[in-house]
């Protein structure tokens, strides 16, 4: 199917903006600029007004945590996971998870993500609404090596790999998810690794989130989690990690060293009071960086724009530094470098023979008004209620604001009945 964005205002890759036209052919772009009068065009989408941008990409979530929003708020880590949430996980089966995904897809897709990276159990269900409502994910089931389940869930990520890689017309990739050091002890890293290899997999895990695992790391392997990690040899599979709040200088040298991609998660980071990750850091040692929202339990929604926001503030009060983050780099991490962190190479900008995931947001309300930026408006003033128009690979899943592939009044009727049933 071609498609026409017809009068733009396009975020380029260089961070500029132009007002030109898009065409689409089937899932990729196929030219950005003057479209020749012959070419065929199945729906034309008129775009005046409209900021057209790379759909975001949330490189780090729990898609089906939703139906625990708000469940347990305002606790240390630990604490949240041991008593409140691990517990309640353990009573959820196949059609929850279903449904939680459902319900955090369609949430992000309203908010104009077109692509996340996703750890949970029962991972097939997740792949299932993935194919049904056109998002791209990368998937990974989450191992925790020292429940006495670990054997059995790597079987189930080796066969979620074999299931689900590749699939869905290429939306769907799959990944090893192994939790953190602190629940998945190095032989069973060692088994991970293995299986990853032996299938071409790379891994997204939990690494240094808090001080408190980091310590306790030290104190058993005289490593921190990365050296330890290292060792281990994980990262010779490639790895998206999410948080590394609390690395040293030593740990950044190694995660170069190796390419380790990170996913930043700024909101859940501030709400769990683990600490600041040094992106900067990172950014300047050449490492690659992405936005996460967390799962809607310690976050509390998957909004990518607002963690765009947080990121571009958090980091220049932290740094009392207004350049740490720009608004242009901010964009950058939730488009373009959240791409490459989660192992897409033709995803996350608007240039020919890239996938066409776009968002487009209606510029007509007062907070895009006046226009001296349009760039800064995005990243300082704009919300996700400007989130118009969405593709992905191609095809149109939110149209004016409405969900073209699910049934929004029936996904939160769903997925209320199940939370409920949980506190049962």
């Known amino acids: 199917m071609n498609i026409l964005i017809k009068q733009a205002t396009v975020l380029l890759p260089d961070g500029t903006v132009k007002e030109t036209d898009i065409a689409i052919e089937d899932d990729l772009i196929a030219k950005v600029g003057t479209i020749a009068p012959d070419w065929h065009i199945d729906r034309e989408i008129n775009a005046t007004n409209k900021l057209v941008t790379p759909g975001l990409v949330n490189t780090h979530t729990h898609a089906s945590m939703t139906l625990l929003r708000s469940y347990a ?13 691990w517990p309640i996980e353990a009573k959820m089966r196949k059609n929850d998870i279903y449904w939680g995904a459902m319900l955090a897809i369609a949430e992000m897709i309203k908010t104009g993500t077109t692509t996340f990276a996703d750890m949970y159990a029962d991972m097939e269900k997740v792949g299932e609404a993935v194919a049904e409502t056109g998002i791209r994910a990368v998937l990974s089931r989450g191992l925790i090596g020292s429940a006495p389940n670990g054997n059995k869930a790597l079987e189930e990520n080796k066969e979620l790999f074999q299931t689900y890689h590749n699939r869905a017309d290429g939306r769907i990739t799959v990944m090893f998810g192994p939790h953190a050091p602190y629940t998945c002890p190095p032989d069973y890293i060692k088994k991970v690794v293995k299986e990853a290899q032996s299938l071409g997999a790379e891994i997204h895990m939990h690494l240094s989130e808090t001080i408190g695992e980091v310590e306790n790391c030290v104190k058993e392997y005289q490593k921190s989690p990365i050296a330890l990690m290292e060792e281990l040899g994980l990262f010779d599979c490639g790895v998206l990690a999410a948080h590394c709040v609390h690395v040293s200088d030593e740990d950044i040298l190694i995660m170069k060293k190796h390419d380790v991609r990170v996913a930043h998660n700024p909101g859940s980071n501030m709400k769990l009071a683990s600490g600041i990750a040094p992106i900067t850091k990172m950014l300047d040692a050449g490492i690659c960086v992405g936005l996460g929202t967390d799962g809607a339990s310690s976050n509390n929604n998957l909004d990518l724009l607002e963690e765009l926001r947080l990121t571009t503030l958090l980091h220049k009060v932290n740094q009392y530094d207004p350049l740490a983050i720009p608004a242009a780099k901010g964009i950058q991490l939730a488009t373009e470098y959240g791409a490459k962190a989660v192992g897409l190479p033709k995803v996350g900008k608007i240039e020919k023979g890239y996938k066409a995931d776009l968002t487009l947001f209606d510029m007509s309300g007062t907070k895009w008004c006046p226009r001296h930026d349009i760039v800064s408006l995005l990243a300082y003033s704009a919300n996700s209620s400007s989130v118009d128009t969405v593709l992905i690979n191609g095809k149109i899943v939110l149209d004016k ?13 769903e997925a209320n009945r199940c939370a409920m049933n949980l506190l049962k």
């Open 401 to 413: 604001g409405i969900l073209v592939t699910m049934d929004e009044e029936r996904v939160m009727y």
């Open 73 to 85: 708020d305002d606790m240390q880590l630990m604490d949240w996971l041991q008593n409140k949430i």
